[in-house]
């Protein structure tokens, strides 16, 4: 499973096709910060990472908006999301502009509308693959991977929780100062906060766990 979360960040590293709009920047709390992980919610902590990894295969409906910090202005876009533990994640873009883009363990393929795919290697990008591998930890269910990687912080409430990560690798500091995390038996919303200032923010809904992908869909991961 440990492939899942690092294709899923991948993703989110990488997305583009979005259209600037006036907004205001994005209202996400960090009050998970004053709660530094504790031995007593450790267990809990292991448990929801584990519940987590519980699906190979995750469907569902996205919404992201980037916020410039500089130019106080938000970039928005929304789809489609598929997240296989074998094969990667999709990302397919409905709104301002049609786009799909897959992403495996060290590549990605970026659809253009007209159908022509270009396949990029991110194997020489240490930092892309660095952050994507420890924060696939996540889904993996191990935890150990989190606590030696990342400061750790935790709240739960209500049946919901909320996980804050703070890089300890320079590699990892050099995109994301913080990382916040939010969701119940799955994950609903992630924040990136990055070094430059700027704010991105995921919003995902609907998802389902189908048993396998159709043909249509695995091509989306060959060229």
Do not use: C
Request: proline share 4%; charged share 25%.
């Amino acid at each position: 499973m440990s492939r899942l979360f690092r294709s899923f960040l991948s993703g989110l590293l990488l997305f583009s096709g979005l259209a600037g709009i006036p907004l205001a920047a994005e209202d996400s709390s960090e009050e998970v910060f004053r709660f530094p992980l504790s031995p007593a919610v450790l267990s809990r902590y292991r448990e929801i990472n584990q519940i987590l990894s519980a699906h190979p295969l995750v469907k569902g409906n996205f919404t992201q908006k980037k916020t410039l910090n500089r130019l106080k202005r938000s970039l928005e876009s929304g789809g489609t999301f598929i997240i296989d533990a074998e094969r990667g994640m999709v990302w397919e873009t409905r709104r301002p502009f049609p786009s799909i883009m897959a992403v495996g363990r060290d590549y990605l393929i970026q659809w253009s509308p007209g159908g022509r795919k270009t396949k990029l290697d991110a194997r020489g990008n240490e930092t892309f693959l660095r952050l994507a591998e420890t924060i696939s930890a996540v889904f993996s269910g191990n935890t150990e991977k989190l606590l030696d990687s990342f400061d750790n912080y935790f709240i739960e409430a209500d049946g919901s929780w909320t996980v804050g990560l703070v890089p300890g690798e320079k590699n990892l500091r050099s995109f994301a100062r913080r990382i916040i995390l939010r969701g119940d038996s799955v994950i609903r919303q992630i924040t990136l906060y990055e070094q430059n200032g700027d704010t991105v923010h995921y919003e995902l809904s609907g998802h389902f766990f189908p048993e396998a992908l159709d043909p249509h869909e695995i091509a989306f991961f060959s060229l």
